[in-house]
């Protein structure tokens, strides 16, 4: 479908795409197998300004918004659903700095970010997952400075990153208003990381634990008030859910790409399968619900772009859709595969396992869901 | 540093096909390229300028098409561009052509250090960086595989040789033709592509050089490419049929007759 992109958005697509396919393809299996952090991915993407398309120009970036952090973290999805995410989750750490950070916080933190220093979000704990308003984490004052404790869990490019947005209680009886977001350095004093975990699928990022202990923080790093912590992650993941279902739609192309290639050349009953029309109707599914997902990504992301404020519902409806299509389309990818889907040989079993994530993190499909209806019965919606 | 790269837009030869007839080459609708080796001269450039500092320039001599070539150098950062084109150039050889590239670079002025790539993928003499040191009166070599270390006065490199590679340490201002092992050419940046849809290349004519008319295009060429031909395939080939066992033991039968096992 043509989506009318500005001469620098195509000009962004072109050369994601070519980096993925010149440089991450040869190299998608072997950090799939070690889990290793793919720093000199992350480096060629940095020098190809791939970091300054979401950072506005005052802080040495391109300008852009959602919508570049999409289309890059598509097409790197496309290739690698892995590699894409130490991309995104570094445009998910920015995020609470992009709309919260004062002056200063952004000129210090998201100018390094547009060359190509790696950030992440911390809000979830072990038992702070979809009820995020249960977590342990405190975070005390103590002159100018407040005393970060606990345990902060599955954090993406979690010890990669030098910079980390991480939310914490200030208040523990003002309940939801009684969170604050800090921003911490990687080799503060206390700040330590701990299990680093062994996934089904997105092997290629890093999912780790952060633990603070006695970890003093200066109130100048402080993202907007104390007590606003809840806000903060709320309009941040607002705000980055489209990069998830963009993720979600780039794993999903991928799958379609490798399906169209493969039924061409596959035979069985002495012609290649692609004539089935059971196959053809299944890959033609596919491409609908693909287009669909994306055009809605867009749409959102171009929506939250210019301006617009009530996007909850938008950037759910995004997010999990695209994420149950990409699931759809590659476990069909692997019945159209046969039995080489199942196969670590052939590419979709690799995406099937990226898939799932998609459904998952930034906020389950099924408390997306939750959100929109929630907005549904908002007035004039 | 002030470095000069030196390119040349080749056709892509994967995309080449041969006029069965005439025996030349067919270039209409043949994608352009740089010269694959000069895209590791320009790499090479541009990774010593983030080292030292500097500048670099990088210049070509064809007709005003190449100006895509230069434009996609602009895309991988480099700071200027010069398109060297003139009727008056066309028909250069090897000569001709190091002569009017030196004439450049004199121009330019100043030139720290000139990379060229070993070897043009069409013309393939390998002549050309030579030459422009020849013309400059500087020290050069050639086959570089690595670049161990420029100080104010002398530049230490690696140069391949067969089974190794000997260290040479020459004087500057110095030129350098490198092969594809000495680095990994970046890609473009969205800057850099920006840059490169909006710059205007500059283009020298031969009234722009300070040269000598029988020493440039065809008239200071002695020699001429009158045509390209595609060598016969001599030898032909046999193929084995039969059972695995039976092609095997042809093979084996074939080979010692040949006194080859
Ligand atoms: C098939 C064919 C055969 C040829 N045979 C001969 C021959 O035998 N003798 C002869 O004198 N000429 C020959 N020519 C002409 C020759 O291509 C050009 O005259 C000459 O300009 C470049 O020589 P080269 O291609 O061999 O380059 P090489 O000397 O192989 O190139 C080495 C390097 O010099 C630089 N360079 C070369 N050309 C340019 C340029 N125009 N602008 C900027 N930098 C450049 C590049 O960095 C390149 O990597 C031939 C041309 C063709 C197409
Ligand atoms: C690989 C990976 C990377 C991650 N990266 C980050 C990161 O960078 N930063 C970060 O802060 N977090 C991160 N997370 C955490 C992620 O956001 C949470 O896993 C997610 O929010 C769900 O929380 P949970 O896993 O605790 O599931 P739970 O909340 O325990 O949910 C379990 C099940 O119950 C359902 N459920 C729960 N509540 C409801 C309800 N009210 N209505 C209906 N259904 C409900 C859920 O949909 C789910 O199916 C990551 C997680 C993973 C796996």
Known sequence: MEYFFTEKQQIIRDLTRRIAEEKIAPVVKEFDETGAFPWEIVRTLAKSDLFRVFIPEDYDGLGGGVMEMAIVTEELSRICGGIALGYAATGLGSMPILLFGNEAQKKEYMTRVANGTVAAFALTEASAGSDASNMTTTATRDGDYYILNGVKQWITNGGEADIYTVIAMTDKKKGSRGATAFIVEKGTPGFTFGKKEDKMGIRASTTRELIFDNCRVHKDQILARPGMGYIVALRTLDRTRPGVGAQAVGIAQGALDACLKYTKEREQFGQPIANFQVIQHMLADMATQIEAARALVYATARMIDSGAEDISKESAMCKYFAGDVCMKVTTDAVQIFGGYGYMKEYPVEKMMRDAKITQIYEGTNQIQRNVVAQNLWKKNK | ?261
């Open chain 2, 1 to 261: 540093m002030k470095i000069v790269v030196c390119i040349k837009q080749v056709p892509d030869t994967t995309d080449v096909k041969i006029n069965k007839e005439t025996n030349t080459l067919i270039r209409e609708g043949v994608k352009s390229i740089i010269n694959p080796y000069d895209v590791y001269a320009i790499e090479e450039g541009l990774a010593l300028k983030e080292i030292y500092g500097g500048s670099v320039t990088v210049i070509s001599m064809g007709p005003p098409q190449v100006c895509e070539a230069l434009k996609e150098a602009v895309s991988l950062g480099v700071d200027n561009v010069i398109l060297i084109s003139d009727r008056a150039f066309a028909g250069a050889d090897s000569l001709a052509t190091s002569y009017t590239l030196a004439k450049t670079i004199e121009k330019i002025g100043e030139v720290d250090l000139i990379i060229t790539g070993k070897q043009a993928i069409d013309g393939d003499t390998a002549q050309v960086g030579p030459g422009i040191a020849e013309w400059l009166h500087i020290p050069h070599s050639t086959y570089i595989k690595a670049v161990e270390e420029i100080t104010g006065e002398h530049i230490r490199v690696q140069r391949m040789i067969e089974g190794g590679y000997e260290r040479i340490e020459l004087d500057m201002p110095a030129l350098i033709t490198v092969v594809k092992e000495i680095n990994e050419p970046r890609f473009p940046s969205i800057r850099g592509i920006l840059r490169s849809r909006e710059i205007e290349v500059p283009i020298w004519t031969a009234n722009d050089l300070d040269v000598d008319e029988t020493r440039i295009g065809l008239k200071g060429s002695p020699t001429q490419v009158v045509t390209i031909a595609t060598p016969e395939l001599g030898s032909k080939g046999e193929i084995f049929r039969g059972k695995a066992e039976e092609q095997v033991q042809k093979l084996f039968a074939a080979l010692r007759e040949r006194q080859i096992v």
